[in-house]
Structures are given as C-alpha cells and as structure tokens.
C-alpha cells in the first residue's frame, strides 16, 4: 500500500505561480512512477504531467507543456508539480497518483493509488 497526500493548492491570479507536492508513505516510493492528474467541474479527469521513477523520463500534457514542471525526491518520498503562468482553464482539483508497472503514463488505469486531491483556482 501507498498513501499519498498533496498539498499547495490555492486561489491565485492568472499569470501566478503554484507548487504542488505530493507526500508518500507506505512502500518503496522509489519503486513507483508517479503522475499528476486535474479534474475540473463538469470535466472529465484529465492527465497533466508523469515521472518515471528514476526521475529520469517526464511526460507532460500539450495544454502544461512549458508552464508546469514535475519532480520527485525519492530520499524524501515527495513529488512536485512546478506551475507557472497559470490560467483560468487550469481551475481544478489535481490529484497525485502511484504505479508500480511500466506503461503509457498518462493513462489514469496505470495507476494503483491516488491521494485525495488539493484545489488549484486561477481566477482571470
């Protein structure tokens, strides 16, 4: 088992920063690859960013792309999402995720465990 808690979220401005982190607890957090996913109001859930566990492979979704940075810190079983130049459309709630297996990682059935989610809202 993994249990995962974020934290960071907040109501910021367009064009604002946020840093999200994501604690882990439970198993070999380096044994993981962990991801980031949002969901908005009305919306479906939708993949924002993935790190391999090595933290040598990042994926990212086109809509973050060079606004938002994953990272993780095995030694202290924490992931990060960086967002910068943050927009309206980013309003959500985001959610950390946990996978023990290789696969496509913005798949959200690739993932085992999920924290309960902290609100990003970036008002206009």
């Known amino acids: 088992q993994v249990q995962l808690v974020e934290s960071g979220g907040g109501l910021v401005q367009a064009g604002d920063s946020l840093r999200l982190s994501c604690a882990a607890s439970?198993?070999?957090?380096?044994?993981?690859?962990m991801g980031w996913f949002r969901q908005a109001p009305g919306k479906e859930r939708e993949f924002v960013a993935a790190?391999?566990?090595?933290?040598?492979?990042?994926y990212y979704s086109e809509p973050v792309r060079d606004r938002f940075t994953i990272s993780r810190d095995n030694a202290k079983k924490t992931v990060h999402l960086q967002m910068n130049s943050l927009k309206p459309e980013d309003t959500a709630v985001y959610s950390c995720?946990?996978?023990?297996?290789?696969?496509?990682?913005?798949?959200?059935?690739?993932?085992?465990?999920w924290g309960q989610g902290t609100q990003v809202t970036v008002s206009s």
């Open positions: 439970g198993r070999t957090f380096s044994n993981y690859s």
């Open positions: 790190i391999s566990w090595s933290g040598g492979s990042t």
């Open positions: 995720a946990a996978s023990p297996r290789f696969g496509a990682p913005s798949a959200s059935t690739l993932y085992d465990y």
